[in-house]
T-cell receptor, first 112, second 117 residues
């Protein structure tokens, strides 16, 4: 069956360090992958999109990599701050042609 | 980007009743979606709301249980019918300006927290 896996354990890091979150998938061949941030009691907020033919994408302190051979995306936040504490979700299109997304469960990041 | 609002923000309902959730977008979007998110779980897509035609439902979701309307490009409703405690969840609306086979981000509403007793 198709599956998207993100670390279920919360990631605790020190302020100023780089946080790295992982998204692994099986049995998909996504055309693109997206990362969202979700704060408690709120809807997800889009952060970055990376296409299957792109290896890396950056936006300010954020960096995403996409390895279609390993079926893995890494999401990095450099110089992390307490305000970065949230749950981060990865989402894949499953190529139905309708811009629909399948989400992972998300990883909670705690910066202190 | 688009700003999406939902009403109500939360509700507590009795078993067997129905609740209609409204989703309003501040600008036109080509596609709107409805998701469910249970505590500690990922977002699960219920359906794509199509303007002027029947919604497209994902596996495990049916129109009789989750009727959806989308009368124009900025508004949609989701009804949760004949509710049971298993329907207790957060329901989220989203929109995108992308079209078919187009790669665009989705904008989400704040969600509606539903508790069924």
């Amino acid at each position: 069956s198709q599956k998207i896996e993100q670390n279920s354990e919360a990631l605790n890091i020190q302020e100023g360090k780089t946080a790295t979150l992982t998204c692994n998938y099986t049995n998909y061949s996504p055309a693109y992958l997206q990362w969202y941030r979700q704060d408690p009691g709120r809807g997800p907020v889009f952060l970055l999109l990376i296409r299957e033919n792109e290896k890396e994408k950056r936006k300010e302190r954020l960096k995403v990599t996409f390895d279609t051979t390993l079926k893995q995306s890494l999401f990095h936040i450099t110089a992390s701050q307490p305000a970065d504490s949230a749950t981060y979700l990865c989402a894949l299109d499953i190529a139905t042609g309708y811009s629909t997304l399948t989400f992972g469960k998300g990883t909670m990041l705690l910066v202190s | 980007s688009a700003v999406i609002s939902q009403k109500p923000s939360r509700d507590i309902c009795q078993r067997g009743t129905s609740l209609t959730i409204q989703c309003q977008v501040d600008s036109q979007v080509t596609m709107m979606f409805w998701y469910r998110q249970q505590p500690g779980q990922s977002l699960t897509l219920i359906a794509t709301a199509n303007q002027g035609s029947e919604a497209t439902y994902e596996s495990g979701f049916v129109i009789d249980k989750f009727p959806i309307s989308r009368p124009n490009l900025t508004f949609s409703t989701l009804t949760v019918s004949n509710m049971s405690p298993e329907d207790s969840s957060i329901y989220l609306c989203s929109g995108t300006s992308g079209g078919l086979s187009s790669y665009n981000e989705q904008f989400f509403g704040p969600g509606t927290r539903l508790t069924v007793l």
